[in-house]
């Protein structure tokens, strides 16, 4: 069964940085392309950015949404079937509940979507929370 399970959220100082974790059980992670999307109380789904998956001779690149800054850095662990978003320099404004999603779909090709409408498999989402 698919199953898509984040963690590593948690209550940080500005300033501070996180190591959030995306768990893919059921299949190979890396093949398939990924998006992180972040949703804050009473705003909108926003895409922070995506990672395609790797081809036959292709490793996947992340690509962010324009929104995003250089304090967000998408990557994959080959080791443990894991994706991953790093986020530096946290800001207040970053509190927010983090999702990692899929379309599932092997074989893609590169690129990959920061609309979160192109991904129906979902986690349940860690909780980011920045403040003093």
């Known amino acids: 069964q698919v199953q898509l399970v984040e963690s590593g959220g948690g209550l940080v100082n500005p300033g501070g940085s996180l190591r959030l974790t995306c768990a893919g059980s059921g299949f190979h992670l890396p093949y398939y392309r990924f998006g992180w999307f972040r949703q804050a109380p009473g705003k909108a789904r926003e895409a922070v950015g995506c990672?395609?998956?790797?081809?036959?001779?292709?490793?996947?690149?992340?690509m962010y949404s324009a929104s995003a800054e250089s304090r967000f850095t998408i990557s994959k662990d080959y080791t443990d079937n894991t994706l991953h978003l790093q986020i530096d320099f946290l800001k207040p404004e970053d509190t927010a509940r983090y999702f990692c999603?899929?379309?599932?779909?092997?074989?893609?090709?590169?690129?990959?979507?920061?609309?979160?409408?192109?991904?129906?498999?979902w986690g349940q989402g860690t909780q980011v929370t920045v403040a003093s």
């Open positions: 990672i395609d998956g790797d081809g036959r001779s292709y490793r996947g690149v992340p």
């Open positions: 999603a899929t379309d599932l779909v092997l074989n893609a090709g590169p690129g990959c979507a920061i609309d979160p409408r192109k991904y129906d498999r």
